[in-house]
């Protein structure tokens, strides 16, 4: 996620103390920190406990998230639906 900057702030192997932070978080941490940290709009390397904050808060919450998956549809009737089309053309 950020390259280069990464390793040469911390080098290529984990300090024994990035180590023993990231062994406390549970998997849903981990994956949660990774997705606030990309939202976070971050242009440097997170230290450790800029890591371990985002892993540890909520996940930002998306307005559009809970939005139906579905869109209406308002074209003129006489059109086929694009599921009808796809059945139809399918052979």
């Given amino acids: 996620m950020f390259g280069n900057?990464?390793?040469r702030e911390n080098g290529d192997e984990p300090s024994r103390l990035w180590v023993h932070a990231v062994a406390r978080l549970t998997d849903e941490q981990l994956?949660?920190?990774l997705a606030n940290l990309g939202n976070d709009g971050l242009t440097f390397p997170p230290n450790l406990s800029q890591f371990v904050f985002a892993c540890?808060?909520?996940?930002?919450?998306?307005p559009w998230a809970n939005q139906p998956k579905q869109i209406?549809?308002?074209?003129?009737r006489g059109r086929m639906?694009?599921?009808?089309?796809?059945?139809k053309n399918a052979q």
């Fill in 5 to 7: 900057g990464f390793l």
């Fill in 31 to 33: 994956a949660n920190g």
């Fill in 56 to 62: 540890k808060r909520e996940k930002e919450q998306r």
């Fill in 72 to 76: 209406e549809d308002h074209r003129p």
């Fill in 81 to 87: 639906s694009r599921k009808e089309w796809t059945e």
